[in-house]
C-alpha cells in the first residue's frame, strides 16, 4: 500500500479496503460446551429428531380418542387409570378399550393413545387421578396435546447454519438437537494499545494536562462483544519507537488484529504515523465522516490487521462500529457482519458536517419510533460523557445541510 496521504474517500470505499484484506480464520472442532458465542464454520446437524418421541404436552390422562369422543359435563365417560407416567419412563403401557394412563407433561405417549385429556377436562383433576377418572369434555380432535416426533426438526435436518453465531437460543437449539461437536472458527486474538503521552491508567486521579485512557477499556469491552478475545491491552507516550514496541509484542502474542487509537493524525506528534508512514504497509487515510476523519489501516507481513483510529473517545467508537467491528465478524466467517438499522423520526433539530457523513450518538425511543441527540454537544468527537446516554448512532447523509424535526433518520442500533 501507498503510505502517503490519500485523498478523501468514502465510508464505502475505505471499509471496502478494510474487508478486501481480511481472511476467514480457520476452523476448530469443539464441544457445545466450550464453542458458545463462536461462528458456525460448517452447519450443526440434529443427531435425532425434535422432539425425540411423541410426548404429552398437558398433564393428564392419554386416552384412546373412540372412547372419549362423546365425553360431556351432561355425560361425562369414565376410565379406568392403568398406568402411571412421569417425566422420564420409557414405558408404553397397552391401552385397552375403556382405560387411561395418568401422564405428566415431556412423557412419552403411549402408542395405543391418540389423545391427551388435560386433568381441568376431569372431574376430579389430580387430586383424584389414579383408579378411574371420569372425562367431562372430549379433546377437540385425534392428536389433540400430543407433541409428535420430529414435528420441530428431523435427524439429518440443519439446526444452526454456517456464518451464525451460537449465541443462548441457537446453543441451546445444538443441545436439544444433539449436534455435538460443532466446526466453529477460532476467535480473532487482538491488541489494543492507546497511545498518548498526556494518558493515565484508568482509575489514576485526573491532573492538568493528564486525562484518564477511556479508548483502552471501551476498546477491550467493544472487542469482547464482537466475540474476540483480547491478547493485549496497553499504553504508549507519543513515541514511534514505543509503537513499534508494542505491535511487536502484539503479533509475538499472536495478534489477528492490532488496534490503535491515537496517533494517526497530522499532528506535530503522531506516533502511528511515526511508525508506519513510508514502510508500506499502513495507509492514511482521509474519510468523509465525522467524526472518524483520519484512519490508519494495512497488513503486516505476519498477516496482522493494524487499524489506527483517531483519539477522542466518540472517534474511536464510531470507527470500530464502521471499521473494526465488520472486520472481526468477517475473521470469524459471520453471515451478518453490520449492526442492525431502521428508520426513526427525529424529534430534534441539529447540525451536520458539510460534506461528511455523520454518525452522531443518539438515543432512540422505540416505541415512538424517534431520536434524538444523545448531547446537546452534537457529535463532537471528545464528548465522551455523552456515549453513557447513547445506544444508537443516527447516521446522516453527507449531502444533508440539516436536520430539522420530523426528517426520517437512519439509525445503526448499537445497544
Known amino acids: 500500500m501507498s503510505a502517503a496521504q490519500s485523498p478523501r474517500r468514502t465510508v464505502e470505499e475505505q471499509l471496502a479496503t478494510v474487508l478486501d484484506a481480511v481472511r476467514t480464520l480457520p476452523p476448530e472442532i469443539r464441544p457445545l460446551r466450550d464453542a458458545a458465542s463462536r ?6 446437524i440434529a443427531a435425532h429428531d425434535i422432539p425425540l418421541f411423541d410426548n404429552s404436552a ?17 355425560a361425562p365417560v369414565t376410565l379406568h387409570v392403568v398406568a402411571d407416567l412421569p417425566a422420564g419412563v420409557s414405558d408404553d403401557p397397552p391401552l385397552e378399550p375403556g382405560e387411561a394412563a395418568r ?3 415431556g412423557s412419552p405417549t403411549p402408542t395405543a393413545a391418540d389423545a ?24 377437540t380432535a385425534s392428536g389433540a396435546f400430543i407433541r ?40 480473532p486474538r487482538v491488541a489494543v494499545v492507546s497511545t498518548g503521552s498526556e494518558l493515565l491508567a484508568p482509575g489514576d486521579p485526573a491532573t492538568r494536562g493528564r486525562i484518564p485512557d477511556s479508548n483502552g477499556p471501551l476498546l477491550e469491552l467493544l472487542v469482547a462483544e464482537a466475540d474476540a478475545e483480547i491478547v493485549l491491552v496497553a499504553r504508549v507516550a507519543d513515541d514511534a519507537e514505543a509503537v513499534r514496541s508494542a505491535t511487536a509484542t502484539a503479533v509475538e502474542r499472536g495478534a489477528d488484529v492490532i488496534v490503535f487509537t491515537g496517533g494517526v493524525s497530522a499532528g506535530a506528534y503522531e506516533p502511528v504515523r511515526g511508525a508506519f508512514d ?11 465522516m465525522q467524526p472518524g476523519k483520519p484512519q490508519a489501516f494495512g497488513v503486516l507481513d505476519s498477516g496482522t490487521l493494524v487499524f489506527g483510529l483517531p483519539g477522542n473517545p466518540v472517534s474511536v467508537a464510531v470507527s470500530f462500529e464502521v ?52 448531547t446537546a454537544g452534537g457529535s463532537g468527537s471528545h464528548l465522551a460523557g455523552g456515549l453513557a446516554r447513547a445506544h444508537a448512532f443516527a447516521v ?20
Open 116 to 139: 391427551i385429556v388435560p386433568f381441568e377436562d376431569t372431574v376430579g383433576g389430580l387430586a383424584d387421578s389414579l383408579g378411574e377418572v371420569k372425562v367431562l369434555r372430549a379433546p
Open 278 to 288: 513510508g514502510g508500506g504497509e499502513v495507509e492514511f487515510a482521509s474519510v468523509a
Open 39 to 44: 461462528t458456525l464454520a460448517a452447519p450443526a
Open 58 to 74: 398437558m398433564d393428564g390422562f392419554a386416552v384412546r380418542m373412540a372412547d372419549v369422543s362423546s365425553a360431556s359435563a351432561d
Open 396 to 415: 446522516v447523509p453527507a449531502e444533508v445541510d440539516a436536520v430539522a424535526v420530523g426528517d426520517p433518520i437512519d439509525v445503526m442500533l448499537v445497544g
Open 103 to 105: 401422564i405428566m407433561t
Open 323 to 374: 471499521f473494526v467491528r465488520p472486520a472481526l465478524l468477517a475473521l470469524q466467517g459471520r453471515a451478518e457482519i453490520h449492526r442492525p438499522r431502521a428508520t426513526f423520526v427525529a424529534d430534534a433539530a441539529w447540525t451536520t458536517p458539510p460534506g461528511r457523513r455523520q454518525y452522531l450518538p443518539a438515543i432512540v425511543d422505540l416505541s415512538a419510533r424517534t431520536v434524538r441527540p444523545a
Open 148 to 187: 409428535r416426533s420430529g414435528a420441530d426438526l428431523r435427524a439429518g435436518d440443519p439446526v444452526v447454519l454456517a456464518g451464525e453465531r451460537l449465541g443462548p437460543f441457537q446453543l441451546s437449539a445444538a443441545v436439544a438437537a444433539g449436534a455435538d461437536p460443532v466446526s466453529v472458527t477460532r476467535a
